[in-house]
């Protein structure tokens, strides 16, 4: 992997990452399942996208098929947040926290498809 492809899909997927996370710590559902699956997939995958990244850049990327497996796993696990979340801030009156759990569902199930994106781009050029 080059750092040409990895560019603008895994800084656009740790931005988000680090975005999501910060809504999270804005807006806590209280409800264990959700906020242990939000909490690790985010913070999980800002540490594997930061080491992918530094990889790259020293010259020593990870296997094609360990990059695609955590894609997908980022993939499901960041769509899965976003669906729990959701479902969580549907139930909260009208209040700003509840636009702001929104932001981090909706965002989450976005990069969610972005890692998607990436594992599909990779397994093409596979």
Do not use: Q
Not at 8 to 14: I, N, V
Not at 101 to 108: D, E, R, W
Not at 119 to 126: D, G, H, K, S
Request: aromatic share 14%; charged share 20%; with cysteine.
């Amino acid at each position: 992997m080059e750092f040409r492809k990895l560019t603008l899909l895994k800084f656009l997927e740790l931005a988000i990452a680090i975005a999501c996370i910060g809504l999270h710590y804005k807006t806590r559902t209280n409800d264990f399942d959700t906020d242990t699956l939000s909490c690790t997939s985010f913070g999980g995958y800002i540490i594997i996208l930061i080491g992918t990244i530094a990889g790259v850049l020293m010259g020593t990327p990870i296997s094609r098929r360990i990059y695609i497996f955590y894609c997908l796993v980022g993939c499901a696990t960041f769509v899965g947040a976003g669906a729990l979340n959701i479902e969580i801030m549907k139930h909260w009156g009208k209040s700003e926290l509840r636009d702001y759990g929104f932001s981090k569902a909706i965002l989450a199930i976005i990069n969610g498809f972005v890692f998607l994106a990436d594992a599909l781009v990779e397994w093409r050029e596979y």
